[in-house]
């Protein structure tokens, strides 16, 4: 969507993104979220069935376990994420409403 993210994970806008409406760059940037956050859903998916596939007997040794742990920990993580970034570009579109972290941005 043109936003990149800086080492700390900060949002930079591109100089194109600078120029437009405050309510097109927070429309962008919401959008953006939304893509990152379900591309990351479906990684911790695959991830998931990746080591679920992993275990043919069923019965996971106690790294098994951990690794299954590990892996519905981040599936649930992302998915949290996604929820979250689909709430706050819902409330923009529908509401208008800007999240309080978006509001320096104009």
Sequence with gaps: MGACRD???AKRETPREATAPFK???RRI?????LEALQR???ASVLFQDVSKDIPSGLPNPDGKQRIYNAS???SAAQMELTR???RL???RERRIVPEDLKSHG
């Design 7 to 9: 080492s700390l994970g």
């Design 24 to 26: 097109e760059r927070v």
């Design 30 to 34: 919401l959008e953006l979220e939304f």
């Design 41 to 43: 859903r479906d990684s």
């Design 73 to 75: 920990k981040e599936y």
């Design 85 to 87: 970034a689909l709430r």
């Design 90 to 92: 819902t409330d923009f």
